[in-house]
């Protein structure tokens, strides 16, 4: 059984992952984030992997959904076990720019999603990222369609 995360130490980051987000600060989200990072998220073709696919994709985050905004419903949880944060969020954003990996044009509808976060660390930063939400929920609340 390995060592778990420190409470305090998820506790403080966080705040600090989210602000970023909500700031579309993509050069503070790639600081968070190991060389070597692997990203899944159920948006995404395939997992992206590195510090600048990190950088590429909170960018193009924000240009898609200008005014997203992530919350917390809850406390993140902090593993017993291992160097690994559980985060539960919420996200709202208008489909205001295209959204690249997935071709899908702007059409102006309203993101509504829930979500949760696995993040596990290595020297005080995400070295691995698997977000889970409905992405199919996602794609109908604002109106997508696959692309042709």
């Given at each position: ?31 968070m ?41 809850e ?5 017993l076990?291992?160097?690994?944060g ?13 959204f690249?990996?997935m071709g899908?044009?702007a ?23 698997r977000?889970?939400f ?15």
């Open positions: 059984m390995g060592s778990g995360l420190d409470q305090g130490f998820l506790d403080a980051f966080a705040p600090r992952w989210w602000a970023a987000w909500n700031c579309r600060d993509a050069e503070a989200i790639a600081s984030v190991t060389d070597d990072l692997v990203y899944y998220n159920p948006a995404l073709d395939e997992d992206l992997h590195g510090r600048e696919a990190m950088f590429d994709y909170a960018a193009m985050l924000g240009q898609a959904f200008p005014d997203g905004r992530f919350t917390t419903p406390e993140p949880y902090a593993s076990t291992q160097a690994k559980i985060v539960p969020w919420h996200f709202v954003g208008t489909h205001a720019g295209d690249v990996p899908f044009k059409t102006g509808g309203v993101l509504e999603v829930d979500g949760v976060d696995h993040w596990w660390f290595r020297d005080g930063r995400i070295c691995r990222h977000a889970t409905d992405f199919a929920q996602a794609m109908r609340s604002i109106g997508a369609t696959t692309p042709a």
